[in-house]
């Protein structure tokens, strides 16, 4: 398996189908396993995912309504019962307090997790690593509602030919790369700049300005299309996108890898949220998720 990927656990929109789970969707990225969005069955579609509780490190809700938060009742309870041995972090709408803390402690269990809520107050960034910066957006849905976004510091690329050019092999290799000079040569002479990879998770939204600043530049965009072109009036009425729009967005920023999801039930063919984003002008690579599904985050620029 690949270190950075998707794993789509369920990709329905308000109620479950048959073949489609209520949201939940996984970040396997380096050492971090993040659970974005845990509807209602999430436990059961962890379990046939092969994702044990024990590797989730982070939790992204984006709002509280029940197709995207119900399963943190039980998420939470199993990190207890699994004796998780890390703290799990959770990122969610500060105006949703009540109803974490409400899941938080649905029912009577042995409590022995280590959750450190971290609500969301606005915009900007809510966590900087090493490896990456998590930041937030607001987005325009009838509740309080915030999209995130994963980005990859930018770094340098080693190149062998100029390495070759300028006489550096074996050991010394690393020894430039440590100190940043070599008799004489800079690791600038032997190295190109490498753009860090970017994921995005754009949920329950109308278009707003907080959907194209998720999206710009995006490696991997997950993003809901409820509705298709035609029922654009009901999306807008309820704080919704279409595959269109969702494609327009791709298109218009860039991005690289589309992946449409949360989809409503009045719809039937899969093939027609792909058309309809196409249309829009999206070209890149492009995913109608399924769950169970995985996808690799594109490796990154050049």
């Known amino acids: 398996m690949t270190a ?24 396997r990225w380096d050492a971090e396993t993040i659970l974005f969005d845990p509807g209602e069955g999430t436990q059961r579609q962890l379990l046939l995912a092969g994702i044990g509780a024990t590797a989730l490190t982070r939790i992204c809700v984006t709002h509280f309504h029940g197709d995207h938060s119900l399963g943190l009742a039980g998420v939470f ?29 649905a029912t009577a269990y042995h409590d022995t997790a280590q959750i450190l809520p971290r609500p969301v107050t606005g915009p900007g960034v809510l966590e900087r690593t090493a490896e990456f910066t998590l930041t937030a957006r607001g987005l325009s849905h009838p509740v309080e509602t915030f999209g995130y976004r994963l980005t990859e510091p ?13 006489g550096i092999e074996g050991p010394d290799v690393g020894r430039l790369l440590r100190a940043g000079t070599l008799r004489g040569v800079t690791a600038d002479d032997v190295t190109a700049p490498r753009p860090g990879q970017s994921f995005a998770f754009v949920m329950d939204t109308r278009l707003c300005d907080g959907v194209f600043a998720l999206a710009d530049g995006c490696d991997l965009l997950v993003i809901e299309s409820t509705f298709l072109d035609r029922d ?25 890898h589309l992946v449409l999801t949360h989809f409503s039930q009045r ?15 999206f070209a890149g690579t492009l995913t109608v998720a399924e769950d169970l599904m995985r996808v690799p985050v594109p490796r990154r620029g050049t």
């Open 267 to 281: 719809y039937q063919d899969p093939a027609d949220f792909a058309a309809e984003a196409r249309a829009a002008g």
């Open 77 to 105: 309870q199993r990190i207890s019962l699994d004796r998780v041995p890390h703290p799990v972090t959770a990122h969610y709408p500060a105006g949703g307090q009540e109803f974490f803390d409400r899941l938080r402690y």
């Open 232 to 256: 654009a009036a009901l999306a807008r009425e309820y704080g919704h996108l279409t595959a269109g729009q969702a494609g327009r967005v791709a298109a218009e920023c860039g991005v690289r």
């Open 154 to 166: 930018d770094g340098r690329r080693v190149l062998p030919e100029r390495l070759a050019a300028h």
């Open 4 to 27: 950075r990927e998707l794993v789509v656990l369920g990709t329905a929109s308000q109620v479950p189908t048959r073949h489609r789970n209520h949201n939940g969707y996984v970040l």
